[in-house]
């Protein structure tokens, strides 16, 4: 199998790379650019912790294929801050005490993330509905909705 030139934007700057066409985007983003945010769960796009910002949408880098960014954008956790300072919403999840174990941390923010782009304003509801596709194993969803909404006051 040939190897495809894929261009996007990651995390905001412009990169390319020649990688397998069967290559997963979870797999390309964490062993060819290190980006260990992006956590491998249930491998089948049902547990969010892979969760990636694709074009301002929430995907599960696990059932997405690498040359499927090509042309677009990808936002992982490791893109958020700027400047050494956490971004608004990470640093609410830590204002609410939402980060527990921290597996599912990753996904949860970059769902959050999505949302607030989207809609800066969201209600509990659309917070809730925004986290559906993540599944926290220490059950702390109070804490979570509490920091998005935290963070879409600010």
Known sequence: MEKVKIVFNLNYKDVEIEIYPNTRLIDMLREQFNLTSVKEGCSEGECGACTVVLDDEPVTSCVVLAPQVH????????????NGE???LQQAFIDAGAVQCGFCTPGMIL???ALLMRKPNPTE?????SISGNLCRCTGYAKIVDAIQIASQK
């Open 86 to 88: 956490l971004d608004k």
């Open 71 to 82: 042309g677009r954008s990808v936002l992982t956790l490791e893109g958020l801050s700027e």
């Open 125 to 129: 509801e659309e917070i809730k509905q």
């Open 111 to 113: 769902s959050g993330k």
